[in-house]
């Protein structure tokens, strides 16, 4: 069977991704082919010390596989990225690689597609046709701000766009962890909250505040109030806690899988005078998610 593939980070498989994934698929389903994507784990940045302590994820690498699943791929192949990869010339990787070992005879890319280490900076649809290798470009995809990037969706998740990160990933921001023991001071108010353990240390964290999120546990769905915050109204210490009071349920979920879908951002964190007050404001949060979610 012919193969078409495409290459890169993809991390997020954002609006702008999906048109090289929609162009991949919709050209394999035309020509009875498979299509497959090729992508790398950990990020360049990551391996190649730029600005890597500064780098956040959208997705991890199991997040990433699941949405290129769903968005029809037949085939993801995951190569370890490391400093001898990336020493690799854009012609030897699509000689050795894509034509040598996946035998691809089409490559899509993207509108500005590189291989971003500046070994694999040579525009790479320009090396695919000097190797015989037929290149399909995806056009790109902008709002009224950006062409749409990971880049830019992570900034706009990092300072409360949520709802525009939303629209161009194409489906809601989330993070998904293990439910954690916390101080309690959840129950003693009546608003008891899960608190959560990120699995993926480099996700993006959205920016501290009280969110309405959709909350995945257990098999079931629901909806909740998240804070990511330092929790000034009862602690000094300034340690960042994710936690979501889970409305109209009440079960013991410690250890358990979790995953929150962030949905709109309600407020900033604040610092209450009292106890009393937080747990008034609470209140508030809580109507305004029921209303938000037309629960």
């Known amino acids: 069977m012919a193969v078409i593939a495409t290459t890169g980070f993809f991390d997020g498989v954002h609006t702008g991704h999906r048109k090289v994934i929609d162009t991949l698929c919709s050209t394999a389903a035309e020509r009875g082919a498979k299509s497959v994507v090729v992508t790398f784990w950990p990020h360049p940045r990551n391996v190649l010390r730029q600005d890597s ?33 990336s020493k690799m010339s854009c012609e030897q990787f699509l000689k050795g690689y894509i034509i040598g070992e996946l035998g691809a ?13 500046p070994a694999f900076s040579t525009d790479i649809a320009k090396v695919a046709k000097g190797l015989g290798l037929e290149t399909i470009k995806a056009r790109s995809v902008s709002d009224q701000y950006n062409t749409i990037s990971s880049t830019y969706i992570r900034n706009l998740v990092a300072t409360g766009g949520i709802e525009r990160a939303n629209k161009l990933l194409g489906y809601d921001y989330s993070l998904r962890g293990v439910v954690v023991s916390g101080n309690g001071i959840g129950h003693r108010i009546n608003y008891p909250t899960a608190n959560m353990q990120l699995y993926e240390p480099l996700k993006v964290i959205p920016e501290q505040g009280v969110y309405a999120v959709k909350v995945y546990v257990e098999g079931g769905s629901y909806y ?68 938000y979610f037309g629960i």
């Open 53 to 85: 302590r500064e780098l956040r994820l959208l997705t991890s690498l199991e997040e990433k596989k699941e949405l290129l699943k769903a968005a029809g791929v037949d085939e993801i192949r995951v190569l370890d990225f490391t400093r001898s990869f």
């Open 105 to 117: 005879d089409t490559l899509i890319v993207g509108y500005d597609h590189h291989l971003g280490n």
């Open 224 to 291: 909740g109030v998240c804070n990511i915050g330092t929790r000034p109204t009862i602690s000094d210490d300034r340690s960042l806690v994710i936690e979501t009071h889970i409305l109209d349920f009440d079960e013991e979920i410690y250890g358990l899988d979790i995953r929150y879908d962030y949905c709109t951002k309600l407020r900033s964190e604040q610092k209450f005078a009292s106890l009393e007050m937080l747990k008034a404001q609470l209140g508030h949060d809580i109507a305004q998610a029921r209303e």
